[in-house]
């Protein structure tokens, strides 16, 4: 299977940040739209993204984040820090000759993209969150929130935490893990409301006991799962785990945007059986103060994590209608 998985008329480009190189894929022409993935995707994710934004007039770009593809996969934990990862997209954006662009980020690549907007608004003048709602810098360290929320079991970003634990759990069969993780999340195939919670483990328990079995999502076709492991196959899992590792990091690193809005023209979508949406509720309803800019809000009945892929036709009408919105 070729690397481009049957997406056509895109450019692959490797271009250079102060942390090594990012590669990115790009289609169209016209203002820059950034797109930034999250855990455990790729810039494949916005495969039915990038022509739809081309068409309208947009060139799209969207990245490998650090640890992921064909980007720099540092062995430094810490050089996974949001600080870090922000200058990788500014240094994309200067690479491809631009001074600003529109930044669209899912899941870790929706913090990823707030956190881009709020540290660098001179280069980001509007900023596009999927799945995983803006919530400023605040409150008791990362580490200690998520330890008190799992009782008598383990919240899946504690059990991320430990460097080669969970890789010993995924990289011997990684594509069985993405499928059962994938299918755990999506709205057509999740565990029901009253089966175990996928996103906790039990003590001395893996993630993968809790995902389904045996079917796909309707997005995810044996073929996207073959390019999605495939590029874990050859990397491994670190890269992408090590985001989870700086969460601590980053609550001191940005210590003075403490409580901070993001105040560009912005967009939130989520998804109604997304536990990101229903977890961040008081985070959504507090935007008027944190994303004062904030355009068109929207939850997706009936769909999961993965919005993009899951509902790409509304998503990109979406996107666009927001997009044209936007000051030239």
Known sequence: MSRSAGVTGITHRLVMSAGGRVHLVEQGSGPLVLLVHGFPESWYSWRHQLPVLAAAGYRAVAVDVRGYGRSSKPEDVAAYRMTELVEDNVAVVHALGERTAVIVGHDWGATIAAGSALL???????????????????????????????GEEEFYVGYFQEPGRAEAEIEPDVRGWLAGFYAALSGDTMPPADAPDPHFVSRGGTLRERFPVGRLPAWLSE??????????????????????????????DLAGFDGAPVTQPSLFVGGALDASTTWMADAIKAYPATLPGLVFSQILDGCGHWLQQERREEVNAILTTWLRSLPA
């Open 223 to 252: 073929d996207d799962l073959d390019f999605y492991a495939g590029e874990f196959e050859r990397t491994g899992m670190g890269g992408a785990l090590n985001r989870y590792r700086n969460m601590d990091r980053d609550w001191e």
């Open 120 to 150: 660098r608004p001179d280069v980001f003048r509007a900023v596009g969150l999927l799945s995983v709602p803006y919530a400023p810098r605040g409150g008791p360290r990362p580490s200690e929130v998520f330890a008190g929320m799992a």
